[in-house]
């Protein structure tokens, strides 16, 4: 293997492990949207209007990206919200 190459490669392993991560809440039938509020200020340290903007996104389109990161960051947070109920996964 060349040098350009080992380089190239090791470039591309790189870009694999900073790719972030992120959570994705899923709309449901189940919990209003002050229980999915309060929750996205708990656990992913929104602000009440971003937590309400995305529960409006979750509500219309069936689904919204709530938090991006690295995945130790992420999991407890997804973790917590799947504690209170609520439909995500870390994508």
């Given amino acids: 293997m060349s040098t350009k190459?080992?380089?190239q490669e090791d470039l591309l392993v790189a870009e694999q492990?900073?790719?972030e991560n992120q959570i994705v809440l899923f709309n449901d039938e189940v919990n209003t949207f002050?229980?999915?509020i309060n929750m996205l200020i708990y656990?992913?340290?929104h602000t009440p209007e971003q937590a309400e903007q995305?529960?409006?996104i979750v509500h219309y389109k069936g689904k919204c990206t709530v938090k991006s990161g690295a995945y130790p960051d992420l999991e407890p947070r997804c973790t917590k919200l799947l504690e209170a109920g609520l439909s995500a996964e870390i994508q």
């Fill in 43 to 45: 656990a992913c340290d």
């Fill in 17 to 19: 492990e900073d790719k």
């Fill in 34 to 36: 002050d229980h999915v």
């Fill in 5 to 7: 190459e080992k380089l």
């Fill in 54 to 56: 995305c529960a409006i």
